[in-house]
């Protein structure tokens, strides 16, 4: 971009930007119209050239990005398009990166390392209850503020990957996410799920302790091969000073399959607070304790609400939003639902529908409620979507029977739901009874069959099945060589995604 560029008539960009990466890159900027300073990030397609299935996904994540309200998370002004790229204006933060600052100190103190590590936690925490998975978690991404505090950066950029977008990924090969941080679903299935996050905070942890990655590689090959199959080197093998429980802890944060890692961010950060203490000033990187922070201020009445409460591993309930104030007339609900999706703007959506299903109850059309179910899901709130969905099985199967396609469309959008949130057994568990169904409803060689087979293939894979999932896939490419010519997408596809997991390291 030209030097002093200006986007949407106020924010005027600085010269360069200040970091580019696999999916974007960041300027710094000035927001004319409020006279602020500003972070701008924009989507860089992998391609090249607008992709309008990527940008669809953007607007939709960004969305939820907006919605978290956290001391940790850079607020969102505003978003847009310019010359065909997505963009994201942010609050701009000072400070130093992580990455930065291992780069500086080498080792980092057991308490700052555990400080940094359990605010990144209280983060996720709130993200994944909000259905939004980073994917990109990394020292690059954390940044240590004057005060103190930590912000976690670029969840704006964390594309949601859902099963619909497998073959385009595999196909490609878009990599969304770091290698020295991606978990081994990440590499091998493109799967993310609030455990990737768990991993990738862990590599983090490890590198904050250690002084250097957990894996390296002189090959981006050799170290996804690596994080698939190499144990980790122990913390205490490479700094015997830490202790045991913390490293213990990193170890089960870097387990290979998702389900033996910790539950989730809430309980990483409970085992980590006990270890935050002994905070001695970094010095050239933090204000000294004279200094005035009213950062510092806040959080010191905070810390004393609740002080006898000892810190929870659960993750915090998903509020649960009040109904939109409606119309009351049930067609008014409808179109107003369908200009909102329209706009992209899901989230309203789904509350305007809440409320008129609330008033319908049961007794309410099949149709309303798989427009809320689908409103949910296209807002990226699985936590809702799943359980709506769920619903919406029972009662369509009772009056048109399991075999049923749109009972199969529910099923199926239920268990994508489980696999977005990490719940990968689960998730495999409903796609495999679907499976049975599908094939007596449709026949073997029917390609939703074969598109079911495959995500089952790619859960598998995600799951740390890797045998299971070479079986799965070899019979769905078998089938599609049958079925197809050579060179058709899906049988490419496959045979690339095969040939990957075959390939020795």
């Not at 979507?385 to 749109?406: C, E, F, I, M, S």
Request: hydrophobic share 40%; charged share 25%; with cysteine.
């Amino acid at each position: 971009m030209a030097a002093h560029t200006v986007i949407s008539g106020r924010y005027e960009l600085e010269a360069l930007p200040v970091a580019r990466g696999g999916m974007g890159e960041v300027w710094f900027g000035h927001d004319t119209r409020l006279d602020r300073p500003v972070a701008v990030k924009f989507v860089r397609f992998p391609e090249g050239t607008p992709d309008e299935q990527l940008t669809r996904r953007f607007v939709r994540e960004s969305r939820i990005a907006a919605r978290l309200e956290h001391p940790g998370v850079p607020a969102v002004y505003d978003a847009g398009v310019h010359d065909g790229r997505p963009y994201l204006v942010m609050q701009r933060i000072s400070g130093v990166s992580v990455s930065d600052l291992i780069a500086e100190q080498g080792r980092l103190p057991v308490g700052w390392a555990a400080a940094i590590a359990a605010q990144a936690c209280a983060v996720l925490s709130v993200a994944h209850a909000a259905s939004l998975v980073h994917r990109d978690l990394k020292p690059g991404n954390l940044m240590l503020e004057p005060d103190g505090g930590v912000k976690v950066l670029d969840f704006g950029l964390a594309l949601a990957i859902d099963l619909t977008d497998f073959s385009k990924i595999t196909n490609t090969g878009q990599v969304i996410g770091t290698p020295a941080y991606m978990a081994p679903e990440q590499i091998l299935a493109g799967l993310s799920g609030p455990a990737s996050d768990v991993y990738a905070l862990g590599c983090t942890l490890h590198e904050m302790l250690c002084g250097q990655p957990v894996f390296a590689g002189s090959t981006t090959y050799t170290l996804m091969n690596k994080q698939v199959d190499e144990a980790p080197t122990p913390v205490r093998a490479l700094r015997p000073e830490v202790p045991a429980e913390v490293d213990e802890l990193v170890l089960a944060m870097l387990e290979k399959k998702p389900e033996d890692r910790p539950a989730g961010a809430g309980e990483v950060f409970a085992r980590l607070v006990p270890f935050a203490v002994d905070l001695t000033p970094l010095p050239g990187i933090l204000h000294p304790p004279s200094a005035p922070s009213p950062a510092r201020m806040y959080a010191t009445v905070l810390g004393r609400v609740f002080a006898t409460t000892p810190p929870s591993a659960e993750e915090p309930p998903v509020a649960d939003r009040p109904p939109a104030t409606a119309p009351a007339d049930l067609a008014e609900v409808r179109a107003e639902a369908d200009r909102l999706i329209g706009q992209s703007r899901y989230n309203q959506a789904a509350d305007l529908l809440a409320g008129a299903v609330d008033r319908a109850g049961h007794a309410g059309d099949e149709g309303l409620r798989q427009e809320y179910a689908d409103a949910l899901f296209e807002s990226g709130d699985y936590h809702r979507a799943a359980p709506a969905y769920r619903q919406l099985v029972d009662d369509l199967t009772a009056q048109h029977g399991a075999a049923a396609p749109p009972v199969l469309d529910s099923r199926l959008r239920e268990a994508t739901c489980q696999a977005l949130l990490g719940h990968t057994t689960e998730a495999l568990r409903r796609l495999e009874a679907l499976l049975e169904d599908e094939r007596a409803v449709f026949g073997d060689d029917d390609s939703r069959v074969l598109d079911l087979r495959r995500q089952i293939g790619l859960l598998q894979l995600g799951a740390g099945q890797r045998a299971a999932a070479e079986r799965t896939l070899s019979g769905v490419l078998d089938d599609l060589r049958r079925l197809h010519s050579a060179g058709h997408p899906a049988v490419t596809g496959t045979a690339e995604l095969l040939a990957g997991l075959r390939r020795p390291g």
